[in-house]
């Protein structure tokens, strides 16, 4: 089945600091890829995506690069910043079928914390 | 703001008990996804609605149910709740059946006591 993986968190930078946060995939088919991402006490929001091979997802100073070849979805921000401090998620969005259901599968999430 | 609506925000109740969480989906949104968040398990998938037709089941217990209505606002039944229940409880709704951005509500924090 679809599944995602993301690397362990928490990871903890200093401001200005590069971030890369690693997201592979395993997918049947031809997966959309998604950032999310979660502020304390907020739901989920959108933070980028890529829909198909070496489309280039970014929003916010945050990039992430949709690579079939190393099926991988990895998020990177030059220099971050303490208001980026949350939990991000990578997800897929794929099915297997026409008309198919196409439900997110999430990965366990980062958590980043970003110190001043 | 997502304009996707939950309620209630936070729910307290005891064991045994039965609930019902509702959502309004951003207007024009014919999908509604519903998503369980605990520390254990991370985010899961319970059950997705099109149009008011269940289009995909995901590890949603028989004590759980869902129903997406002619409005398209839906509401998730849990019944007979146990402590292991308590959870962060997203919705979240998108144009399509799937494959574009979803949105997401704010959750119910509902905690089994």
């Known amino acids: 089945g679809n599944s995602v993986t993301q690397m362990e968190g928490p990871v903890t930078l200093s401001e200005e600091a590069f971030l890369t946060i690693n997201c592979t995939y395993t997918?049947?088919?031809?997966?959309?890829l998604f950032w999310y991402v979660q502020y304390p006490g907020e739901g989920l929001q959108l933070l980028l995506k890529?829909?198909?091979?070496?489309d280039k997802g970014s929003n916010k100073g945050f990039e992430a690069t949709y690579r079939k070849e190393t099926t991988s979805f990895h998020l990177e921000k030059g220099s971050v910043q303490v208001s980026d401090s949350a939990v991000y998620f990578c997800?897929?969005?794929?099915?297997?079928?026409?008309?198919?259901?196409?439900?997110?599968?999430f990965g366990k999430g980062t958590k980043l914390t970003v110190n001043p | 703001d997502s304009g996707v609506t939950q309620t209630p925000k936070h729910l307290i109740t005891a064991t045994g008990q039965r609930v019902t969480l509702r959502c309004s989906p951003r207007?024009?949104?014919?999908?509604v996804y519903w998503y369980q968040q605990s520390l254990d398990q991370g985010l899961q998938f319970l059950i997705q609605y099109y149009n008011g037709e269940e289009r995909a089941k995901g590890n949603i217990l028989e004590r759980f149910s869902a129903q997406q209505f002619p409005d398209l606002h839906s509401e998730l039944n849990l019944s007979s709740l146990e402590l292991g229940d308590s959870a962060l409880y997203f919705c979240?709704?998108?144009?399509?059946?799937?494959?574009?951005?979803?949105?997401f509500g704010q959750g119910t924090r509902l905690t089994v006591v």
């Open positions: 979240a709704s998108s144009v399509t059946r799937g494959g574009t951005e979803a949105f």
């Open positions: 997918a049947t088919g031809y997966p959309s």
């Open positions: 997800a897929l969005s794929a099915s297997l079928t026409q008309g198919g259901s196409e439900k997110l599968v």
């Open positions: 890529a829909t198909k091979a070496d």
């Open positions: 207007s024009g949104d014919l999908s």
